[in-house]
């Protein structure tokens, strides 16, 4: 009997298997010794984590937290583990992580960490500016109270500009919707946005933004005198920065 050569397209689908293999074995992928016991679970689990096989990492910490309930390290698992869902993106189940670890371990070497991460896990999951902004409150929220609970904790200072950033972020969707109805021409509406700028978020550099939108709405509602006087505040108040030389644009022109 003849046997029919095989041709390339019957060879592709073993090739695509082989190709899939090596994915498998290769990509990311490190040699896993022997585990004989709890300890050296969580030491490869580690080691893994840290040379970016973050998939073998999370079945392992999960086998260790799951048969070692009791142990003395179980809460040192799951801050790692929660550290490996951070590193691909599981931003949902990090926090279940974090939370579980703060509420069942609160008096854990890894608590301050756990909490400063915590409020980067709820703020991964934020969504676009223009949608609700949920999670950037409660990230926040999240931020001041490690702040309060750890006082003096190595990231703390980071934490703080954690919080800037997200207020930042906030005041901006603020500002967002302020310019929205100054397009419509609903300058009431417009105004009550840029008040809430700069009685929410006056420290940060979006305050000034919102200022020059309230003198905009002076001016296009006809109040000539009044928008004047405000871009001289601005002036002074913001006086040399960017906020102030557009104020000062604004008001010469208007003055000519």
Request: proline share 4%; glycine share 6%.
């Amino acid at each position: 009997m003849t046997r029919t050569p095989r041709t390339a397209s019957a060879a592709l689908p073993l090739a695509c298997l082989a190709l899939a293999t090596l994915a498998a074995w290769g990509c990311g992928a490190s040699t896993i010794p022997p585990i004989t016991t709890p300890a050296e679970r969580l030491s490869v689990a580690k080691r893994l984590a840290d040379e970016g096989d973050c998939v073998v990492a999370i079945d392992l910490l999960k086998t260790h937290i799951a048969t070692g309930a009791g142990s003395a390290d179980v809460d040192e698992a799951i801050y790692f583990l929660a550290e490996c869902y951070m590193k691909t993106k599981d931003y949902a189940s990090a926090a279940v992580e974090l939370e579980r670890l703060l509420r069942d371990y609160p008096e854990s070497d890894s608590a301050g960490a756990a909490s400063f991460r915590l409020g980067d896990a709820l703020y991964g999951q934020t969504r676009p500016i223009d949608f609700d902004q949920e999670y950037t409150v409660r990230a926040i929220r999240q931020w001041d109270g490690y702040l309060r609970a750890f006082p003096g904790h190595w990231r703390g200072e980071e934490a703080r500009e954690r919080v800037m950033q997200a207020r930042m972020r906030l005041a901006q969707k603020a500002l967002d919707t302020a310019e929205l109805y100054v397009k419509l021409k609903l300058y009431e509406p417009a105004r009550v946005y840029y008040r809430l700028v700069i009685d929410e978020y006056g420290d940060t550099p979006k305050a000034g933004e919102a200022f020059l939108g309230l003198a905009l709405c002076d001016v296009r509602e006809g109040q000539r005198d009044r928008a004047l006087e405000r871009y001289r505040e601005i002036e002074d108040r913001f006086a040399g920065t960017p906020v102030a030389r557009r104020a000062a644009e604004a008001r010469q022109e208007l003055e000519h």
